[in-house]
């Protein structure tokens, strides 16, 4: 008896929680019947299940979400496009096709990005040309600029990532459209001004170190690497980097600068062993 109306004290104080969050979710401008979907999608997962085991989703808990969501109405702000293109790519790399979409946007979109990833750049630019008519958006240039880069036509190119260079993206695509193009140094010149600013991805990391292989700066490649390893969180692996750079750089600057990334990693590395 004591266990049961624990479980239904748990439960009315859970069903309370989603009202509350619903209200909020809908005076905050955001659509409500987000969170019901949320709800079905996380029962329907397969790989939430210990979280279920500790929150379970019951069909009425559910259902309960959905019918208050719908009863609230207001001026929801809609999806961006940028949300929409990435959750549209997501199906498309899970699916291995493009999901049927209401807006002719995403739609010419994701043809552009199917025939990018089908190396049909032809194909790609007529899609991304009707759809820059239309939509201005970071993800569109972006998209253009690498079929654009693909096509040899870096100039043009660049002009679609220039519009957005303030973003890790536009910048990453615009120097390895450089380097596709045989313009190393531009490219180098480029990220590494970012990467002076801005910690940076992985990614940007992994593009600068090719493109300094490329010039035959394997000091400076090695250190990238090394930074990319350790946003990996491969911190020993980053270290026997940085011990590479050291025994290919001419500068004595930059050992010592080397000198002291080894030693903060080290540091680190037995911080984390004295860890419980």
Not at 76 to 86: L, M
Not at 95 to 109: D, F, M, P, Q, V
Not at 206 to 214: A, D, F, I, P, Q
């Amino acid at each position: 008896g004591t266990a049961q109306q624990n479980i239904n004290f748990t439960r009315e104080h859970e069903w309370e929680a989603d009202r509350i969050g619903t209200t909020m979710l809908s005076k905050s401008g955001f659509d409500p019947s987000g969170m019901a979907h949320f709800f079905e999608k996380l029962k329907d997962d397969v790989n939430a299940q210990e979280f279920l085991r500790s929150h379970p989703l019951s069909i009425n808990r559910v259902s309960d979400a959905m019918q208050r969501s719908s009863r609230l109405t207001g001026d929801y702000r809609a999806d961006s496009f940028e949300y929409q293109s990435i959750k549209a790519r997501l199906y498309y790399h899970q699916h291995g096709r493009i999901k049927l979409e209401k807006s002719e946007a995403i739609t010419l979109y994701m043809q552009a990005y199917d025939a990018f990833e089908e190396q049909k750049y032809n194909t790609a630019q007529d899609y991304i040309e009707a759809l820059l008519k239309q939509n201005q958006s970071p993800s569109s240039h972006i998209l253009a600029g690498r079929i654009y880069s693909k096509l040899g036509q870096l100039e043009t190119a660049q002009q679609h990532f220039s519009t957005i260079l303030s973003g890790e993206s536009a910048v990453y695509y615009s120097a390895k459209a450089y380097f596709e193009n045989k313009q190393t140094q531009q490219g180098i010149h480029l990220l590494r001004r970012y990467l002076k600013k801005n910690s940076g991805t992985y990614q940007s990391h992994k593009l600068l170190s090719s493109l300094y292989v490329e010039v035959g700066s394997l000091d400076r490649a090695h250190i990238h690497n090394a930074k990319a390893l350790v946003l990996q969180g491969k911190l020993e692996q980053a270290i026997e980097r940085y011990e590479r750079a050291k025994t290919t750089t001419r500068s004595q600057d930059l050992f010592d600068i080397i000198g002291v990334e080894i030693e903060r990693l080290e540091k680190r590395i037995d911080l984390y062993k004295e860890l419980p």
